[in-house]
């Protein structure tokens, strides 16, 4: 039997040829007739440029329709999709492409000439794709003949390598099967209550779980018209709502929709779901959503390498604060440090087993094999809580990540750049509330004795160094940084000291 994600998917494409697919802010309409030729002559493409099955297409551009697809063309080859935020540098760029290996890299049209170097030196053939549909790429498209076989899998087969940063700096990448993918997938359609009749709005980015699995695979699944935002844009997606049933989002969206003065109850009558995840998502917003719309949004919990994990109830009680329960055929469980269970509503860390774990880390079985427990499961470094009906809250994380406006951040690669720069001793990076990203980066420096830190200056130079979503938003200075006995930073007390950070 073939498990290819593809096909699965194809299989619930509507018998209608002219059901939308994809709807662009300017009407412009993708078809679901009109996908298996298009990803037909992408997979010929792919394969006349080499492309063979288990070999990895590694891509950071723009969010379009072509995009998706070359991902759907990817999966029909039976080769590995590895998307990448397009915030990362050149530099950072170079790290992904000696790991994945890849046999293509697909970047913007303006960027190659900046990265034709790092993808010769890790064997890569360099292809264009901007925004519009222009580059090497569609050229290639054009000239291809159509590759018709969808390629036999297992559901064991590895569809996309997901990249989640580590406490080290080492990106780590989380191996994805088909199996994995298709089972998250199939379960949130009826989770979520996904009907025929639904329009689901797509204003989130497709380089990580949440916008190009989760909110993807769930409208085609169910054969549903997308309204595909290039980028979220408060007053666009009001302008959308009145033509939709269903939003996925990240805090900031909803944040941000309510700082808007045209959105309201009335511009919500034609929605059935709200859904965030990919951050936590305050009480507060959670309370101050309803009262301005009278929708409870529906918060969830997931991550790079097991997809959706718990959801609060489509039916039911949404606690605000909380993750809701896990999804069915997904054991969950609170462990202290030697991995046995703690009572209900104590605190530990949060393991799971379930067909939507993750295959292992690319290339590397020793980080693999310690991220799992003897018993087979996976240990997600998130401290939580658990009550007597399973309803879980996320309080924590055992491991130093940040998440800000939905996008994990790693401090250790951040405090690595830091200390580098003239004048400092050493720093620790946190992240602190912020009512419109969820956590906002807050560097706390130590300068070399005599040495001044001009906090415009730093933010300047990491600017150069990093993706921007790294860059911490406010600098503070101290002469020395907190310690407990053994040595270590107590970042615990800097979270404290510069919790009001950001409070107007």
């Given at each position: 039997?073939?498990?290819?994600?593809?096909?699965?998917?194809?299989?619930?494409?509507?018998?209608?040829?002219?059901?939308?697919?994809?709807?662009?802010?300017?009407?412009?309409?993708?078809?679901?007739?009109?996908?298996?030729?298009?990803?037909?002559?992408?997979?010929?493409?792919?394969?006349?440029?080499?492309?063979?099955?288990?070999?990895?297409?590694?891509?950071?551009?723009?969010?379009?329709?072509?995009?998706?697809?070359?991902?759907?063309?990817?999966?029909?080859?039976?080769?590995?999709?590895?998307?990448?935020?397009?915030?990362?540098?050149?530099?950072?760029?170079?790290?992904?492409?000696?790991?994945?290996?890849?046999?293509?890299?697909?970047?913007?049209?303006?960027?190659?000439?900046?990265?034709?170097e790092s993808a010769s030196h890790a064997g890569a053939t360099l292809l264009t794709l901007g925004s519009g549909g222009e580059g090497t790429l569609m050229?290639?498209?054009a000239a291809a003949d159509p590759h018709i076989p969808i390629a036999e899998l297992g559901g064991d087969d590895i569809a996309s390598i997901i990249y989640?940063?580590?406490?080290?700096?080492?990106?780590?990448?989380?191996?994805?099967?088909?199996?994995?993918?298709?089972?998250?997938?199939?379960?949130?359609?009826?989770?979520?209550?996904?009907?025929?009749?639904?329009?689901?709005?797509?204003?989130?980015?497709?380089?990580?779980?949440?916008?190009?699995?989760?909110?993807?695979?769930?409208?085609?699944?169910?054969?549903?018209?997308?309204?595909?935002?290039?980028?979220?844009?408060?007053?666009?997606?009001?302008?959308?709502?009145?033509?939709?049933?269903?939003?996925?989002?990240?805090?900031?969206?909803?944040?941000?929709?309510?700082?808007?003065?045209?959105?309201?109850?009335?511009?919500?009558?034609?929605?059935?779901?709200?859904?965030?995840?990919?951050?936590?998502?305050?009480?507060?917003?959670?309370?101050?959503?309803?009262?301005?719309?009278?929708?409870?949004?529906?918060?969830?919990?997931?991550?790079?390498?097991?997809?959706?994990?718990?959801?609060?109830?489509?039916?039911?009680?949404?606690?605000?604060?909380?993750?809701?329960?896990?999804?069915?055929?997904?054991?969950?469980?609170?462990?202290?440090?030697?991995?046995?269970?703690?009572?209900?509503?104590?605190?530990?860390?949060?393991?799971?087993?379930?067909?939507?774990?993750?295959?292992?880390?690319?290339?590397?079985?020793?980080?693999?094999?310690?991220?799992?427990?003897?018993?087979?499961?996976?240990?997600?470094?998130?401290?939580?809580?658990?009550?007597?009906?399973?309803?879980?809250?996320?309080?924590?994380?055992?491991?130093?990540?940040?998440?800000?406006?939905?996008?994990?951040?790693?401090?250790?690669?951040?405090?690595?750049?830091?200390?580098?720069?003239?004048?400092?001793?050493?720093?620790?990076?946190?992240?602190v509330p912020h009512a419109d990203l969820g956590e906002a980066l807050v560097a706390v420096i130590c300068p070399l004795p005599g040495a001044v830190i001009?906090?415009?200056?730093?933010?300047?130079?990491?600017?150069?160094?990093?993706?921007?979503?790294?860059?911490?938003?406010?600098?503070?200075?101290?002469?020395?940084?907190?310690?407990?006995?053994?040595?270590?930073?107590?970042?615990?007390?800097?979270?404290?000291?510069?919790?009001?950070?950001?409070?107007?």
């Amino acid at each position: 039997m073939n498990e290819n994600l593809y096909l699965l998917l194809r299989r619930h494409f509507p018998d209608d040829p002219r059901a939308p697919w994809l709807v662009a802010p300017n009407g412009d309409t993708r078809y679901y007739g009109d996908i298996d030729n298009a990803t037909a002559r992408y997979a010929g493409a792919l394969q006349a440029l080499g492309l063979r099955p288990g070999e990895r297409l590694l891509a950071q551009v723009d969010k379009s329709p072509e995009v998706l697809l070359l991902y759907l063309a990817t999966l029909r080859l039976g080769a590995v999709f590895v998307p990448l935020n397009t915030a990362y540098t050149p530099a950072e760029l170079a790290y992904f492409l000696n790991d994945a290996t890849p046999r293509l890299f697909v970047a913007r049209p303006e960027d190659a000439s900046a990265l034709q170097e790092s993808a010769s030196h890790a064997g890569a053939t360099l292809l264009t794709l901007g925004s519009g549909g222009e580059g090497t790429l569609m050229d290639a498209v054009a000239a291809a003949d159509p590759h018709i076989p969808i390629a036999e899998l297992g559901g064991d087969d590895i569809a996309s390598i997901i990249y989640t940063s580590g406490t080290t700096g080492r990106s780590k990448g989380a191996m994805l099967s088909h199996d994995n993918l298709a089972s998250n997938a199939l379960t949130l359609i009826d989770l979520w209550g996904f009907v025929k009749n639904d329009v689901l709005l797509h204003a989130l980015p497709i380089y990580h779980v949440h916008g190009l699995f989760v909110a993807v695979h769930c409208a085609m699944l169910r054969g549903i018209p997308m309204r595909f935002l290039p980028r979220f844009d408060a007053d666009e997606v009001i302008r959308q709502l009145p033509s939709v049933t269903v939003m996925m989002g990240v805090p900031t969206f909803y944040t941000r929709l309510m700082d808007t003065p045209d959105f309201n109850r009335d511009r919500c009558r034609q929605m059935r779901l709200f859904i965030s995840g990919s951050a936590p998502l305050l009480a507060q917003t959670f309370e101050a959503f309803f009262a301005h719309t009278g929708h409870r949004i529906l918060e969830r919990y997931g991550m790079s390498e097991a997809g959706m994990i718990a959801s609060n109830p489509l039916e039911g009680e949404r606690v605000a604060g909380t993750v809701g329960f896990a999804l069915p055929g997904v054991t969950l469980r609170i462990c202290a440090a030697e991995h046995q269970t703690v009572t209900a509503g104590a605190t530990g860390v949060l393991q799971m087993r379930g067909p939507n774990v993750f295959r292992g880390y690319w290339q590397m079985p020793e980080k693999t094999a310690s991220e799992f427990t003897d018993d087979g499961f996976f240990i997600s470094g998130d401290m939580a809580t658990m009550d007597g009906q399973g309803r879980v809250r996320i309080v924590g994380r055992e491991k130093d990540l940040v998440i800000s406006g939905g996008l994990n951040v790693y401090p250790k690669e951040i405090e690595n750049a830091i200390d580098a720069l003239e004048g400092v001793n050493e720093s620790a990076v946190i992240g602190v509330p912020h009512a419109d990203l969820g956590e906002a980066l807050v560097a706390v420096i130590c300068p070399l004795p005599g040495a001044v830190i001009d906090p415009d200056s730093v933010i300047t130079q990491l600017k150069s160094r990093l993706a921007g979503f790294k860059v911490p938003r406010r600098i503070f200075t101290v002469e020395q940084l907190p310690r407990n006995a053994m040595g270590k930073v107590q970042k615990n007390l800097l979270r404290e000291r510069y919790a009001q950070a950001f409070d107007s």
